[in-house]
């Protein structure tokens, strides 16, 4: 099957790794010319310039017969929702490209379609058009927190969060919001990568929301895992960051990017990252049975057993 990925960013290279796998060929989607992205030169994948207008998508999807467009698209302001309208708009007109995955991968957006807001005020807009459609077959993806950034940079595709993530081994710091006792879903990366590229071929039909997660856990319990692999992380260097402390940060900063990476600390309070687990299991046997999802030992092991291989 011809897969469609917009954006050529951390998760398309994952993506690109595992469909080509399962022997899938994929056209990647972007602003950039190839000779930018030469970790795409790879068999079974083309790259191809767009400026992101629906003819130019519409070309494109038409002339690759792709059948799946998945978005990997990170933008947090309003030219997400233009370029995802373009997006349904070229799979609505194409041949054959009847099935899209816009780019959501957060927490359990069903119960909490708010969190983080900065998400939602770009990405509601998409899900409203999407739902308002039968022609096209969509799934929103969940997965909770990505747990690659517990890693050693070589062993990822995902560049440092920074603050974003508690754990943050590029500035050796571990800021966690609220009382770090919320209980999160964790998946890797490559097996969000390795989901999607069962999904896309699957004969069954797609649910509202698709539900992926690894391991479940709260940001003390990750913290305690993970501290021994760095022996440079201490212990005392973990701090705790309350609501109140993100809430005025939130309210009364002026700048755009702190209220931002306050909204992304909110977001790791309370419910709203964590899966429903009978959703998790369901989804797992509809679609995920051939899958193993690796949780975060085992994620720590492998990187820890293959220091330059991206696990
Ligand atoms: N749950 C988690 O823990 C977690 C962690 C990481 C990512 N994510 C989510 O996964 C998705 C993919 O993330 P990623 O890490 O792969 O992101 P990334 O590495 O930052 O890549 C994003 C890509 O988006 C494209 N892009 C950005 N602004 C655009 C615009 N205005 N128009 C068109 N293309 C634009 C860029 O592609 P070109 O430059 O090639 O055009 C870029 O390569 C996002 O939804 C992100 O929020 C979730």
Known sequence: MIVAIAGSGDMARYASEELTRDGHDVVILSRSNSSQKPHFNLPGIQQVKTDYTTPSLLQILNDTKARVLISFITDYTASFITVHENLIDACLCSVHCKRFIPSEYAGNIAEFPESPSFYYRTRQPIRQILRRQDQLEWTLVCC???????????????????????????????????????????????????????????????????????????????????????????????????????????????????????????????????????????????????????????????????PNVVV
């Open 144 to 306: 909770g927190w990505l747990m690659d950034y517990i890693l050693p940079s070589k062993n990822r595709h995902l560049k440092d969060a920074g603050p974003g993530f508690p754990i943050d081994l590029a500035n050796q710091n571990i800021i966690i919001p609220g009382t770090g006792d919320d209980v999160i879903s964790f998946l890797a990366a490559r097996d969000l990568a390795r989901a999607l590229s069962v999904l896309v071929s699957s004969p069954l039909a797609w649910g509202e929301y698709t539900y992926i997660c690894g391991e479940t856990g709260t940001f003390n319990e990750l913290v305690e895992m993970v501290l021994p692999y760095y022996p440079h992380l201490q212990c005392d260097e973990i701090t705790y960051k309350s609501v109140e402390e993100l809430e005025m940060i939130l309210q009364s900063s002026q700048h755009e990017e702190e209220k931002i990476l306050a909204e992304y600390q909110l977001s790791n309070v309370g419910p709203s990252l964590l899966l429903p687990e009978e959703k998790v299991q369901a989804d797992r046997r509809r679609y995920f049975g051939g899958v193993m999802f690796r949780g975060i030992a085992e994620l720590l092991g492998q990187a820890r057993d293959n």
